[in-house]
């Protein structure tokens, strides 16, 4: 029998985060407030707990998970590593395909990995409410979950397409014990003034996000914290336990080398978490593509500029240096909610910058496709954020067919798709189109930042 | 840190599967044909395949596993046992409490330890397709997995309420490559039979057993084979790879002993694979509580008499004996619906006759309260049926408590509710109801059977 899975002890769990911060040749560059001068951390307090502030600006190279977070982690951690070996079969390709399998956690997703932690340390500053925004539903009911465990009060503004769309993320979450509200909201002062305009407003995750941060600031007992599940560095902080586990159970899998890693890239956590401690290796002279994988409808690596942007609709973010389509781009309706975001991590956007990575998008039809041959070989329904790595994992396992290489791919399972089988259901009935960014709409979305400061470009030209 | 899971290597998998009949004081009575007299194997091939009928009738002790259906299986098991610390420490109990998650299937249940040798079994014989039947959906999305993998066609006839009510199940089997229509249907005599009395009939799972039953042997290929998801000797047989690998994982914890095993029980498979390994230390002098727990609306063990029944409406089936409501009823539209059987397994039936194990029945609100305790200390969302389960251990963890006892009890957490949020929508908004059977619906129930002839009640009188 061919060993499939790969699975270590709680006992081998990583004891600290990796922070690739302090190995990238130019770290990213500091977020700036409204004056264009860079935030100061203490101006964040309002809206994030001083722990995670000083994560957010630390450059320290390993920062240690508290016990606790380690307790709560281990419900589902370590992931298990698998070898997609029916799928090789599928495919004839020499490649060694394996993925780590994050659909295991509560949630369904590798969202939990950083809603524990947020959760935990604003508990620990004397906190009793977490508010946030989700999309599709896959960070909204990490929190909830996360909150649930710890002992917080749990608000989410779900974007209300998906909040009608998908009702069973809203029942998860419920079920923990939180309350959902579909956004544009009348309960703030930003989705009020969206209302306004445009009562039918479907809402996006840019809107929502300013509801969130609204709700939180707000909150007279000052006891009211926001929380976001990506795009920020202590978020991609707290997901490297993915990929440092990876590396130990490759090792198990016999591997002394991995080729290819691939991760999907909405803010850019699952894929951060997975390629990371790969990214330190690449930096230390290792031979590794790293490919970030966005749609078609909402290409920010592959398209956008490295810009100052804000993180949300309504401009109450700092302005963060990363690849950006323009807050106030608004994707296509694709299925994979959690990739529709106009910008990208600035930690992912600098390792871009600096030539680590490869970044390539894709249209959903195709990634549907690899959906279901997955689901028909391999088992486990894939969510459709994660059937873009998948394809792409296709397409690589191909590649070393026709080079006749016994290559060792590896990429991010990074949710199931169980809350998300409407999409199939669309897929298989010849309802889903692809949407590629016409150049008119991309110069349509990057004109809002034309009056930003513009980041200065750092590369060493080394990669 | 509280080691909280424990999991066995692939290595470690149970090679054979443990056959109860071989150690039972007395073995299962043989099933009945239309004129009374034990069913002959023969009679049983336009069903199912030799090899499964040959495990059905077998007495002995260990039947080999299969090598590739070790290999299917391995896509995830071993399954992990993990010990609920978080639910003790909110119960304040001495007692340490396990479950055996069998969530993490890519179909989410126990199901597919059963689905997986059935679905490789019939390719073996040469089969291209299987017809079967699901209640709430857990059954026949585990058969279109396992029918995905090994490569037959598969379709499901789905009790037409839950068809409508859980579209996801269906999206899921689709997904798969299954067909999945709701019975009853106008495509078998059965079912038109039924729809000419009433176009409106929200069907049950006797009506589709016997539609499935009736596609399998008509197909004049002769290469359609019938597949049940329980209530089957062969079915309890594939299950019992749960409770091997639980004790083993006990040992790992460090238990030398358990005092409590508890399961939910419909057709009685989840609970039949968990306890029956244990069943053979209590045969050989262990002191066990074992506990097949009920829904009160379904109480087949706690209310119905041991007689011999059909297993389906249209009496297609030969004659088991087995406790039974009579294969007439209709169950109260619970939201556990794969408790929702009139029946129950004849193994675990003839083990209760013995005395081996106490059944219990419990209404759907405590259970439902038992789940969202669960899921706000746990973590993980049960399926209503897995709550009856839980509902059972949090009183077992109560009763050592009020005894003082560090009891250790084991439950199987046989699937996640991920694709059945709705019951706990109607929980949250006061819509569900308790349904205790009445006397009155008991004896009209059971009336069916007078006539049949009656199984012999064998007991040793050592339990």
Same mark, same amino acid.
Not at 21 to 44: Q, S
Not at 287 to 306: M, N, Y
């Given at each position: 029998?061919m060993?499939?899975?790969?699975?270590?002890?709680?006992?081998?769990?990583?004891?600290?985060?990796?922070?690739? $911060?302090a190995?990238?040749?130019? *770290?990213?560059?500091?977020?700036?407030?409204?004056?264009?001068?860079?935030?100061?951390?203490?101006?964040?307090? *309002?809206?994030f707990?001083?722990?995670?502030?000083?994560?957010e600006?630390?450059?320290?190279?390993?920062?240690?998970?508290?016990?606790?977070?380690l307790?709560?982690?281990?419900?589902?951690?370590?992931?298990?590593?698998?070898?997609?070996?029916?799928l090789?079969?599928?495919?004839?390709?020499?490649?060694?395909?394996?993925?780590?399998?994050?659909?295991?956690?509560?949630?369904?997703?590798h969202?939990?990995?950083?809603?524990? *932690?947020?959760?935990?340390?604003?508990?620990?500053?004397?906190?009793?409410?977490?508010?946030?925004?989700?999309?599709?539903?896959?960070?909204?009911?990490?929190?909830?979950?996360?909150?649930?465990l710890?002992?917080?009060q749990?608000?989410?503004?779900?974007?209300?397409? %998906?909040?009608?769309?998908?009702?069973?993320?809203?029942?998860m979450?419920?079920?923990?014990?939180?309350?959902?509200? $579909?956004?544009?909201?009348?309960?703030?002062?930003?989705?009020?003034q969206?209302?306004?305009k445009?009562?039918?407003?479907?809402?996006?995750?840019?809107?929502?996000?300013?509801?969130?941060?609204?709700?939180?600031?707000?909150?007279?007992?000052?006891?009211?914290?926001?929380?976001?599940?990506?795009?920020?560095?202590?978020?991609?902080?707290?997901?490297?336990?993915?990929?440092?586990?990876?590396?130990?159970?490759?090792?198990?899998?016999?591997?002394?080398?991995?080729?290819?890693?691939?991760?999907?890239?909405?803010?850019? %956590?699952?894929?951060?978490?997975?390629?990371?401690?790969?990214?330190a290796?690449k930096?230390?002279?290792a031979?590794?593509?790293?490919?970030?994988v966005?749609?078609?409808?909402?290409?920010?690596?592959?398209?956008?500029?490295?810009a100052?942007?804000?993180?949300?609709v309504?401009?109450?973010?700092?302005?963060?240096?990363?690849?950006?389509?323009?807050?106030?781009?608004?994707?296509?309706?694709?299925?994979?909610?959690?990739?529709?975001?106009?910008?990208? %991590?600035?930690?992912?956007?600098?390792?871009?910058?600096?030539?680590?990575?490869?970044?390539?998008s894709?249209?959903?039809?195709?990634?549907?496709?690899?959906?279901?041959?997955?689901?028909?070989?391999?088992?486990f329904?894939?969510a459709?954020?994660?059937?873009? $790595?998948i394809? $792409?994992?296709?397409?690589?396992?191909?590649?070393?067919?026709?080079?006749?290489?016994?290559?060792v791919?590896?990429?991010?399972? %990074?949710?199931?798709?169980?809350?998300?089988?409407?999409?199939y259901?669309?897929?298989?009935?010849?309802?889903?189109?692809?949407?590629?960014?016409?150049?008119?709409?991309?110069?349509?979305?990057?004109?809002?930042?034309?009056?930003?400061?513009?980041?200065?470009?750092?590369?060493?030209?080394?990669?």
């Amino acid at each position: 029998m061919m060993q499939v899975k790969f699975q270590l002890d709680e006992k081998d769990m990583p004891r600290q985060w990796y922070n690739l $911060a302090a190995d990238l040749p130019n *770290p990213p560059l500091p977020p700036l407030g409204p004056d264009g001068k860079p935030v100061r951390p203490e101006m964040l307090e *309002p809206v994030f707990p001083k722990s995670l502030i000083e994560q957010e600006v630390s450059t320290k190279r390993w920062i240690d998970i508290p016990e606790e977070v380690l307790q709560m982690l281990a419900l589902w951690r370590p992931s298990p590593l698998y070898r997609a070996l029916r799928l090789e079969k599928a495919l004839g390709t020499p490649a060694r395909i394996y993925y780590k399998n994050e659909g295991v956690s509560p949630a369904g997703s590798h969202k939990p990995n950083t809603a524990i *932690p947020q959760a935990w340390y604003n508990k620990q500053a004397g906190m009793t409410s977490l508010c946030t925004e989700t999309g599709a539903g896959q960070w909204g009911s990490a929190l909830a979950f996360a909150c649930a465990l710890v002992g917080l009060q749990c608000k989410v503004f779900m974007v209300r397409i %998906s909040f009608n769309q998908k009702p069973y993320r809203r029942l998860m979450m419920e079920t923990w014990g939180a309350t959902c509200v $579909a956004s544009p909201s009348n309960t703030t002062n930003a989705g009020r003034q969206v209302l306004a305009k445009d009562p039918e407003c479907p809402g996006s995750l840019g809107i929502a996000i300013s509801e969130a941060v609204e709700a939180a600031v707000s909150d007279p007992s000052g006891k009211t914290r926001y929380s976001l599940g990506s795009v920020l560095n202590h978020v991609m902080l707290h997901q490297t336990v993915i990929g440092q586990e990876a590396k130990k159970q490759l090792a198990m899998a016999g591997e002394k080398k991995v080729d290819v890693i691939i991760g999907c890239a909405g803010g850019g %956590s699952n894929f951060a978490g997975l390629s990371f401690p790969f990214v330190a290796d690449k930096i230390n002279g290792a031979k590794i593509d790293i490919i970030p994988v966005e749609p078609a409808s909402c290409p920010s690596l592959t398209r956008g500029p490295f810009a100052y942007d804000h993180g949300d609709v309504a401009g109450m973010t700092p302005l963060l240096a990363m690849y950006s389509l323009g807050h106030t781009f608004m994707p296509a309706p694709i299925h994979a909610g959690g990739l529709r975001y106009h910008g990208m %991590s600035p930690l992912v956007s600098q390792a871009v910058v600096e030539g680590l990575m490869a970044p390539r998008s894709y249209p959903q039809l195709k990634c549907y496709e690899a959906a279901v041959l997955w689901a028909r070989t391999e088992g486990f329904i894939p969510a459709p954020e994660t059937s873009h $790595a998948i394809a $792409a994992a296709i397409d690589e396992a191909k590649k070393a067919k026709e080079e006749g290489k016994e290559k060792v791919i590896l990429f991010n399972w %990074s949710g199931h798709g169980l809350m998300d089988l409407v999409g199939y259901q669309k897929y298989f009935a010849g309802q889903l189109e692809d949407h590629e960014l016409s150049d008119a709409e991309l110069a349509e979305g990057i004109a809002v930042m034309k009056n930003y400061p513009k980041p200065a470009v750092r590369k060493t030209g080394k990669w």
